[in-house]
Nanobody, 126 residues
Framework: QPQLVESGGGLVQAGGSLRLSCKGS????????IAWFRQAPGKEREGVSC????????YYPESVKERFKISRDNAQNMVYLEMNNLKPEDTAVYYC???????????????????WGQGTQVTVSS
C-alpha cells in the first residue's frame, strides 16, 4: 500500500518561497503520476501542480502559473513543490497525491488520484 508523507510547510511572508517535499514508500514512483493539491478553509480541494506520464505534461492553474513548479526524484521516491512569490491567498493545507495510472495528459482533479498524504500547512502572511 503506497504511503505519502509531506513536509516543508510553515509560515512565510508574502513574496517568500517554500519547498514542499513528499516522501513515498511502498511503491516505485517512476510508475506513478504525481500531483499537489491544496485546500483552504471553506473551499474545495484544488489542484495546483500536476504531472502526467514521464512528466512530459504538466498543468498549473492560472493562479499559480510561473510561481509553482512540481518535480520528482524517482531514485529517492520524492515529489517536490517549489513555490515562489507566495501570496496570502496561497494559504492552505497542501497535499501530495499519486496514482498508478500514468496520465498522458496531466490531470489535476482530486478523484483521479488514489493515494494521498496527510497534508502540510502553508500560511502566507501579508
Amino acid at each position: 500500500q503506497p504511503q505519502l508523507v509531506e513536509s516543508g510547510g510553515g509560515l512565510v511572508q508574502a513574496g517568500g518561497s517554500l519547498r514542499l517535499s513528499c516522501k513515498g514508500s511502498g511503491f516505485k514512483l517512476d510508475d506513478f503520476s504525481i500531483a499537489w493539491f491544496r485546500q483552504a478553509p471553506g473551499k474545495e480541494r484544488e489542484g495546483v501542480s500536476c504531472a502526467g506520464r514521464n512528466d512530459d505534461s504538466t498543468y498549473y492553474p492560472e493562479s499559480v502559473k510561473e510561481r509553482f513548479k512540481i518535480s520528482r526524484d524517482n531514485a529517492q521516491n520524492m515529489v517536490y513543490l517549489e513555490m515562489n512569490n507566495l501570496k496570502p491567498e496561497d494559504t492552505a493545507v497542501y497535499y501530495c497525491a499519486v496514482d498508478s495510472v500514468q496520465f498522458v495528459h496531466a490531470k489535476c482533479i482530486p478523484y483521479e488520484y488514489t493515494f494521498w498524504g496527510q497534508g502540510t500547512q502553508v500560511t502566507v502572511s501579508s
